[in-house]
C-alpha cells in the first residue's frame, strides 16, 4: 500500500465522524509520512497500523467518551417521543368516537347477551330438571295412593314416576357438566378476546 | 516484551515523556517504541484522547515547509502525571514484594 492508498482508505472508513475528527486524524497522518520520510513510508504505515484498525480505534475511543452524553439525549428523546405518541393516540380516539362508541356498545351488549343466553339454557335445565322431580313424585305418590284401587294404572303412574324422576337425575348430571364446561370456557373466550383487543392497542 | 502495556500504562508513559520535553506526533511515537513495543496501537487514539480530557495541548510549529504539531502536558496533565508516578511506585512495591518473596524461597532451598 502507498501512502496515497493509505490516506484514501483511511478518510473512506473515518465516513460518518464528524468533518473535525476527520481532518485531525489525517492531518497526523500525514504529518507522521511527512516525518517519516518516503523511505520509510512503509515502516510509517505499520507504526500508524492499517486503515481498518486505526479507524476502528478511533471510533472506539470516540464513543466511548460520547457515549454518555448520548446515553442521557437518548433517554430525553424516548420520553419525548413516548409524550408524543400518546398525545396522537388520545387525539385519535377523540376522532374516532362516533363510530367508537356505537361498535363499542355493540359489542358489549353482544357478549352480553351470548352471557345471557348461556344462563337461560341452563335456567331452563334446572326449570325442566325441577318439573320433571315434581311431575315424577307426584305420579310416583299417587301411583302408590292408588294402588289398592287401580293397580294396572297405578303401576303406570309408578313407572312413569320413576322415569321422570330418572329424567330429572340425567338433567342435574347435563347441568353440572354444562356448567363445569361452560362458563370457564365462556370466561376464556371472552378473556381471549380481551386480550386480543388490548394487543392490538399496544402494537398501534 | 513478555508483561502487556495496559491502555493506563501507556497514557502515563506517554504523559512520563512529554513531561520531559514536548514532542510531536512521530518522534513521540519513536520514543515510545524505543522504550516499550507498541507495535499493537498506534498513539494517535491516546493522545486524542489525552488531549479531550485536558491533560495534553498542541501548538503548531513549522519545520523545513512543513507544519508539526507538538503536544505538551498543560497543569492538569502534569497533576496526572504526579498522580501515575506515585500510583507506579506502589503497584511496583507490591509486584515485586510479591514477585522477591519466591525468590527468598529458592534461595533458602
Redesign the interface.
Known amino acids: 500500500m502507498t501512502r496515497c492508498e493509505y490516506i484514501v482508505q483511511l478518510q473512506q472508513r473515518l465516513s460518518g465522524l464528524s468533518e473535525a475528527e476527520i481532518a485531525?486524524?489525517l492531518?497526523?497522518?500525514n504529518?507522521?509520512f511527512?516525518?517519516?520520510g518516503e523511505e520509510n513510508e512503509q515502516q510509517a504505515i505499520?507504526?500508524?497500523?492499517t486503515p481498518a484498525?486505526?479507524a476502528a480505534?478511533?471510533r472506539?475511543?470516540a464513543v466511548l467518551?460520547s457515549q454518555d452524553s448520548k446515553d442521557a439525549q437518548a433517554c430525553a428523546d424516548k420520553q419525548n417521543k413516548h409524550s408524543l405518541k400518546n398525545l396522537w393516540m388520545l387525539i385519535l380516539g377523540v376522532c374516532a368516537l362516533p363510530i367508537a362508541l356505537p361498535l363499542g356498545a355493540a359489542l358489549i351488549l353482544l357478549i352480553f347477551s351470548m352471557m345471557l343466553v348461556v344462563f337461560c339454557v341452563i335456567f331452563a335445565l334446572f326449570i325442566a330438571i325441577v318439573g320433571f322431580l315434581a311431575a315424577g313424585g307426584v305420579s310416583f305418590a299417587s301411583g302408590i295412593y292408588n294402588f289398592s284401587q287401580a293397580p294396572g294404572n297405578s303401576l303406570i303412574a309408578l313407572g312413569l314416576g320413576c322415569a321422570s324422576i330418572g329424567l330429572s337425575l340425567l338433567g342435574i348430571l347435563l347441568t353440572i357438566y354444562l356448567s363445569r364446561k361452560g362458563i370457564p370456557e365462556l370466561t376464556r373466550m371472552v378473556s381471549r378476546l380481551y386480550q386480543r383487543f388490548r394487543r392490538k392497542e399496544t402494537m398501534e | 516484551m513478555t508483561f502487556q502495556i495496559g491502555s493506563t500504562l501507556l497514557d502515563a508513559c506517554v504523559l512520563a515523556i512529554l513531561h520531559q520535553e514536548d514532542a510531536y506526533g512521530y518522534k513521540l511515537t519513536q520514543e515510545v517504541k524505543d522504550v516499550l513495543s507498541v507495535s499493537e496501537s498506534t498513539l494517535y487514539p491516546v493522545l486524542r484522547r489525552l488531549l479531550k480530557e485536558g491533560m495534553l495541548e498542541t501548538y503548531d510549529q513549522e519545520h523545513m515547509g512543513r507544519n508539526r504539531r507538538y503536544y505538551r502536558l498543560t497543569g492538569n496533565g502534569k497533576d496526572q502525571y504526579q498522580f501515575y508516578v506515585k500510583e507506579w511506585k506502589t503497584f511496583r512495591e507490591t509486584i515485586d514484594s510479591l514477585l522477591e518473596k519466591e525468590d527468598e524461597a529458592d534461595d533458602t532451598l
Open positions: 485531525d486524524a492531518a497526523y497522518c504529518e507522521y511527512d516525518e517519516a505499520n507504526d500508524l497500523g484498525k486505526f480505534q478511533l472506539a475511543d467518551k
